[in-house]
């Protein structure tokens, strides 16, 4: 009894204290907040509503501009809109640092595009979570990423190409979706991040004048090439901002422009979320030497934000408080603009306890962790490009006795990052990854050359440098059983708005679209030793390699290829993993083949307007093994006008090696005497093992028929006969056809 009563005595207050925890769900509807904005329970319409009540018109405008300061008798802390994760998470310390986006578009492979920027998503959070607790809240701490760039890369020239999904509407639509449905994540209520659509619209070059560059395009190109990625990044991806570019339009600076901004964007297509300027861009309204279209800062404000641009990237809206004390702006007109921003953030879950989010538990230990860093490992094997493979001497043999490895990209480990890229723990360099691979063979590493130039520079501490010396790296390569050149160009000679003026080069463009000489003359001289020369390729471009194809036996595109490109390199040169990638550009004969690097019309511009025969197609890309597609199957021959239709093609591995293949779908229309001459319109990556046979089933909806009615400007299908090509590249002889009806 003694022994029973102890336990009561004991144990009681803990029946309490359970009675009482049962109760907590309850209690928790009771907790009282200081201000109803804070309150999760309530709707976000009316939060937002209770915070623009509190705030001064003063602390309005301050909200505006990218750098917001804390409002601290509010309880919020600062917050800067400007992230970046075009490739990784960028400039905000360790990430895992993925491929280039250009070289990300090569893997024709949304999904894996979706997994990778799932990761990106996951690392933004758990280094958002991690500066959180550590309350640092300055530039790229925050989850508002600018990515991804999906302006059309319509001319080679362009330095920020890399940055870009291609030349391709459709590829670069379908990529840019996956980054976005990756990044902002799957929860009902929060966004893990915000992803941003830019530079919206008609953007890609020159950098030079980008500024002050007033762009004219027809209606048909601007429909059909420059909007279509964008609307399908506002309709099936709900993108939470878009960013308006640098140049004019029509006469208007995007960021003011009444047709991209209010008839397109916000009317037509119903886009409610964040407009947000690239930085800068607002001053370009009435800077000297820019734009000039408005008078002075105030009035270039005015114009941004009535206009729809909502966030300003810059100093210009710092106007907006004398603006609306003139009565040239009312304090209504800015808090349209504040309710999407504050929106924005409350679906990030900004102001609502950390235990209600569904990704505020993702621990920073996941950053560059072995999964992410094996995921970019993938993704750079995917994305590297065969171009030529004569006699097919690739794959080399591992029992190879000596290896000679030169060139400017051979060792050079940030030139893999590319531009607006995070900072990894280790890069595998080209030289590493053989080294790694082979470690048996004897390797003789010889730069011999820089990108540009007849001064080679042995490392980077080497400020002086030496001449060029042909015969001297001749000499010493001469005896190995291959020779690989790892040249291209670098991030340091292509990108944004660059102080660079050599030849060839322009302000991060170029002006023609050469190897350069220096790269040339070295190759010819290594091929004069009569042994076998590969070309391994770093770029973000396209390049017009006539005349490297006389020099070299095999070339490989290995673009900015990330941290890992070392061994995907060294992998795919040693037969462990079998070359898959296809161009999401155009490779030019020369800068000839090239309209005027100004002029934004479509005509004779990328495989879809092109009608010269380049030097490598679009969607082109070798294998060590063969595929054979066989004849397509269709749903039906004859379909109506609103019928999606379904196309099922065997393809078959009729080689030795396992490998990836992927299926183009392009669509041809008589009916428009304007249309392209093809124009992709599905793809499909599949893996096929040697010997055996997959079938690819891909649907063309109903829009792959559209033609454009220039008089209506509007987009519409017209009765009548449409070829449908397939095949493993762009170019018709790697085309099968079949014809299909459109009814009336």
């Known amino acids: 009894m003694k022994n029973r009563n102890t336990f009561k005595t004991l144990y009681a207050p803990l029946s309490i204290l359970l009675l009482w925890i049962s109760f907590l769900p309850s209690c928790k509807e009771k907790i009282t907040y200081q201000f109803a904005f804070q309150n999760p329970a309530l709707n976000i319409e009316e939060r937002v509503e209770d915070l623009l009540g509190h705030l001064t018109v003063e602390e309005k405008v301050a909200q505006m501009m990218n750098a917001t300061p804390a409002i601290e008798r509010l309880g919020i802390p600062p917050y800067d809109w400007w992230n970046e994760a075009l490739h990784g998470v960028a400039r905000a310390d360790k990430a895992t640092v993925f491929p280039q986006a250009i070289a990300l578009a090569a893997t024709f492979d949304d999904e894996a595009l979706f997994e990778t920027f799932t990761i990106i998503g996951d690392e933004a959070r758990a280094k958002y979570n991690d500066y959180q607790q550590n309350k640092a809240y300055d530039r790229y701490k925050g989850l508002t990423f600018w990515t991804p760039n999906i302006n059309i890369f319509r001319d080679p020239r362009w330095g920020r190409g890399m940055e870009t999904y291609g030349e391709d509407p459709c590829l670069t639509a379908r990529m840019g979706l996956a980054c976005v449905k990756g990044l902002q994540g799957d929860d009902p209520k929060y966004l893990k991040t915000q992803a941003c659509a830019k530079h919206y619209a008609v953007h890609s070059g020159p950098e030079w004048n980008r500024h002050s560059f007033d762009v004219y395009v027809s209606p048909r190109d601007l429909y059909t090439t420059y909007l279509p990625a964008f609307e399908t990044l506002v309709k099936e991806g709900n993108v939470q901002q878009v960013m308006c570019a640098y140049n004019r339009f029509e006469g208007q600076p995007c960021c003011g422009n009444n047709k991209l901004l209010v008839d397109i964007l916000r009317n037509s297509w119903g886009y409610e979320n964040i407009v947000v300027s690239d930085c800068g861009a607002i001053d370009d309204f009435w800077r000297k030497n820019r734009h000039l279209t408005h008078p002075d800062k105030e009035s270039a404000a005015v114009a941004a934000v009535r206009t729809g641009t909502d966030l300003e990237c810059g100093s210009s809206y710092t106007a907006l408080l ?151 790296t001749a000499a010493k390569v001469k005896d190995a059983d291959v020779i690989l050149f790892a040249g291209g160009l670098s991030p340091r000679l292509e990108g944004e708005e660059m102080p660079v003026q050599i030849d060839g080069f322009k302000k991060g463009d170029r002006t023609n679209i050469d190897l350069p000489q220096i790269q040339q003359d070295m190759l010819k001289i290594l091929k004069q030793t009569g042994k076998p020369v590969i070309f391994i390729l770093c770029t973000g471009s396209a390049l017009a390699l006539t005349d490297v194809n006389e020099n070299a036996d095999a070339i490989l595109n290995a673009w900015y290829g990330g941290q890992t490109a070392g061994t995907a390199v060294a992998d795919i040169l040693f037969g462990d993993y079998n070359p898959s990638g296809k161009l999401p550009v155009t490779f030019y004969k020369s800068t000839g083949q090239l309209p005027d690097f100004e002029d934004y019309s479509m005509k004779g511009r990328t495989y879809r307007y092109m009608t010269e025969e380049p030097l490598y197609p679009f969607g082109y890309g070798l294998s060590y093994t063969t595929f054979e597609f066989g004849d397509a199957q269709l749903s039906s021959t004859v379909i109506n006008k609103n019928e999606t239709l379904k196309i099922t093609i065997p393809v078959e591995n009729t080689g030795e090696t396992d490998g990836d293949e992927t299926v183009q779908i392009y669509v041809k229309n008589p009916n428009d005497p304007a249309a392209p001459v093809k124009t992709l319109k599905t793809f499909e990556r599949i893996s096929i093992k040697a010997g055996s046979a997959e079938t690819a089933e891909l649907m063309l909806k109903p829009d792959a028929f559209y033609s454009f009615n220039d008089e209506k400007q509007t987009m519409e299908t017209k009765a009548g006969k449409y070829q449908i090509l397939y095949g493993n590249s762009s170019s018709d002889k790697n085309l099968k056809s079949v014809e299909i009806t459109i009814k009336e």
Not at 342 to 356: A, Y
Not at 400 to 407: D, M, N, R, S
Not at 445 to 459: A, L, P, Q, R, S
């Open 322 to 472: 004398d603006a609306v004390k003139n009565g040239k702006i009312t304090e209504e007109e800015l808090n349209i603009s504040l309710r999407r921003l504050f929106t924005g953030r409350m679906k990030l879950g900004m102001f609502d306890p950390q235990e209600l989010l569904p990704y505020a538990s993702i621990p920073y230990s996941i950053v560059e962790c072995e999964e992410h860093v094996n995921k970019a490992l993938e993704m750079a094997r995917k994305s590297i490009v065969l171009l030529k493979n004569a006699d097919n001497i690739l794959p080399l043999d591992k029992n190879i006795v000596k290896i000679a490895l030169t060139g400017p990209n051979a060792a050079d480990s940030i030139m893999l990052w590319a531009n607006y890229n995070g900072f990894p723990s280790h890069t595998v360099t080209i030289l590493e990854g053989i080294k790694n691979k082979i470690p048996q063979a004897e390797i003789i590493y010889e730069k011999g050359c820089d990108h540009t130039g007849n001064i080679v520079h042995t490392d980077e501490n080497d400020t002086i440098g030496a001449p060029v010396d042909f015969n001297a």
